[in-house]
């Protein structure tokens, strides 16, 4: 694909621009304008506002009813940047996760296919907010879906990528691209469980309701329940607040629990909700307090689907050589909330090798930008491989 190889250098810049001037979730503005500006150049139709600010790119060429789906992920995080290059990040967030090249690199092969040949419609799926949740608790991906993103654009399969430093790919540094079938990331849950006693003096404990005790007996359950009842999940207690440090004699009002859930299993996470609730209200009662549960996060597990992996796995041996792809890589207990669409139709999630970089999420982190032709060379050819006929 030498047209591919034309283009680095514009997305490599681009690339610069996005990582110089990020914007946390829901709050994109000025990347989906940019993004929906240079759709719009490419020849695009464009759909903006889809999940609050995503962004969705159509392109239809010939008459097939087929259709496919590519995703991105444009958000940043709350982090200040540590680099020190020109084009580092000032105003205190951070493209810590590669986010910026994700965008750029769907918008490198939206640009190529633009001009390449093919029969049915592409629908690029523009994301906000992968790392957060608005206040219904909804991710960028389901907050698309619940504005009826893949009713509008359909497609038959739905792709993303992910950039992956070497260090996180333990026995695998010198793969390009991984991929499993079946469960790829693990989902997650969080919780905080507030528990309301009735406080006072400490030399008269009697008069109170004390909640430390109470969340104290939560804590042990909930550890016996993990013991006992879990399979293919983790739980743990993240977090116990209650009390403070300015007194020794003060019985609190309210001990809060904070509780973080990863999973392989979208039935055994229904499960654990469940029982997280179960518990909490039975201890409550048993103690005469008031007890509120919420949940802070819920993101299922990424799970391949078969037929979708089929086609990636063809179109990745041919993007990158067999022999740079690991095709069995172990599923990982991170999470990502392409799950969302993943729930709703077929495709697959994969990752791309960032190599020697910082970790995801550390202020020093950088993309690479080799792998901006990567991707772009694995999205164009999953496009024209489906939609060939």
């Not at 504005?147 to 260090?167: C, Q, T, W």
């Not at 039935?267 to 909490?280: G, M, P, Q, V, W």
């Not at 005469?288 to 086609?311: F, G, L, S, W």
Request: overall charge negative.
């Amino acid at each position: 694909m030498k047209n591919l190889e034309n283009l680095y250098q514009e997305f490599k810049e681009l690339r610069h621009f996005i990582h110089q001037n990020p914007e946390l979730g829901f709050n994109e503005l000025n990347t989906a304008k940019l993004v929906a500006s240079k759709l719009k150049e490419f020849g695009y139709e464009v759909y903006e506002g889809i999940g609050k600010t995503g962004v969705v790119g159509v392109l239809k060429k010939g008459s097939s009813a087929k259709s496919i789906g590519l995703r991105a992920d444009m958000d940043a995080l709350s982090i200040n940047e540590c680099n020190n290059f020109s084009y580092a990040s000032k105003n205190g967030c951070m493209h810590a996760c590669g986010h910026d090249g994700h965008t750029a690199g769907l918008l490198m092969a939206a640009k190529y296919l633009a001009n390449a040949e093919f029969n049915g419609t592409l629908n690029l799926f523009f994301q906000p907010a992968e790392e957060c949740c608005d206040e219904e608790l909804l991710s960028g991906a389901m907050r698309m879906i619940k504005d009826k993103a893949l009713e509008r654009f359909r497609v038959d399969y739905i792709y993303g990528i992910h950039n992956m430093p070497s260090s996180q790919m333990k026995g695998y540094e010198n793969k390009k691209f991984f991929m499993k079938r079946g469960v790829m990331m693990a989902g997650v849950s969080a919780y905080r469980v507030d528990f309301i006693g009735l406080g006072g003096h400490a030399s008269a404990p009697h008069l109170c309701k004390d909640p430390i005790s109470v969340a104290n007996n939560f804590v042990n359950a909930l550890y016996t329940f993990k013991s006992l009842e879990l399979k293919d999940s983790v739980l743990n207690v993240t977090g116990f607040l209650a009390g403070t440090t300015k007194a020794f004699n003060i019985i609190p009002n309210e001990a809060t629990v904070m509780i973080n859930v990863r999973g392989l299993s979208n039935d055994e996470l229904s499960f654990i909700h469940k029982r997280i609730n179960e518990i909490a209200k039975g201890i409550a009662a048993a103690f005469n307090v008031e007890v509120n549960v919420k949940r802070a996060e819920n993101i299922k597990a990424t799970i391949n689907n078969d037929e979708a992996y089929d086609i990636a796995k063809n179109a990745a041996i041919k993007s990158f050589g067999e022999n740079d792809c690991e095709f069995n890589h172990p599923h990982l207990m991170g999470s990502e909330d392409f799950s969302a669409f993943l729930d709703e139709v077929k495709g697959t999630y994969a990752f791309i090798n960032n190599g020697d970089s910082a970790n995801l999420h550390h202020p020093e982190y950088d993309f690479n930008d080799e792998v901006l032709l990567l991707a772009s060379k694995y999205f164009s050819t999953l496009v024209l491989d489906y939609l060939k006929d």
